[in-house]
């Protein structure tokens, strides 16, 4: 089995503050995703942009996530618009190198 990399991009229309609240409230259930390894957060408040790094152990939990209930309430949350989803195979071997936490 390969991990997985899922990076989702949003725009957002409130404060850096009020958004960086709402990640601090949702990294606690996205914690407890089952298969996922870690999440980093990211902010360009310039560009009013946002994206999250997540590592998955395999297929099956990145697809879980991105159908469960987590990315459900995303979706409807009035902050963010433009979320686009990309997945690719983790390079384990070349991340290693790097000290990618893989």
């Known amino acids: ?3 997985k990399i899922l990076q989702i991009n949003v725009r957002f229309n409130v ?4 958004l ?5 409230t ?4 996205i914690a407890g995703v089952p298969g996922l390894k870690w999440k980093i957060f990211g902010l360009d408040r310039e ?3 946002a994206c999250g790094f997540y590592l998955f152990d395999d297929e ?3 697809k879980a ?3 469960g209930p987590i990315m459900a309430r995303m979706k409807t949350l009035e902050a963010f618009s433009e979320i686009t989803l990309k997945q690719f195979d983790c390079v384990e071997e070349a991340s290693a190198i790097t000290r990618g936490p893989v």
Do not use: G, T, W
């Not at 949702?26 to 259930?29: T, Y």
């Open 65 to 67: 996530y991105i159908e």
């Open 15 to 18: 404060s850096a503050e009020d």
């Open 1 to 3: 089995m390969s991990k």
């Open 26 to 29: 949702a990294a606690v259930p």
């Open 60 to 62: 099956a939990s990145l």
């Open 20 to 24: 960086a609240r709402e990640f601090k």
């Open 47 to 49: 560009q009013s942009e």
